[in-house]
């Protein structure tokens, strides 16, 4: 559900970005870079990805090496 959400996200800023930067290829690929990043950071530190298991974007803390 989480990844419907974002995905609907993304899609829906795209479409806002290209209405107002259609002019402009550059600053569309570029804000859609931005983006993605940022909702992939959003995707990463939301509750639902805390949980133990792997996500696309995150680890499970539990998996490092290093941790106790």
Do not use: D, G, K
């Amino acid at each position: 559900m989480l990844f419907f959400i974002y995905f609907f996200c993304l899609w829906i800023l795209q479409y806002l970005i290209w209405v107002y930067l259609r002019r402009n290829v550059e600053f569309l690929v570029h804000y859609t870079c931005l983006a993605f990043l940022f909702f992939s950071f959003l995707l990463c530190f939301t509750p639902q990805a805390r949980v133990p298991r792997r996500t696309p974007f995150c680890i499970a803390p539990s998996t490092f090496p290093h941790s106790t």
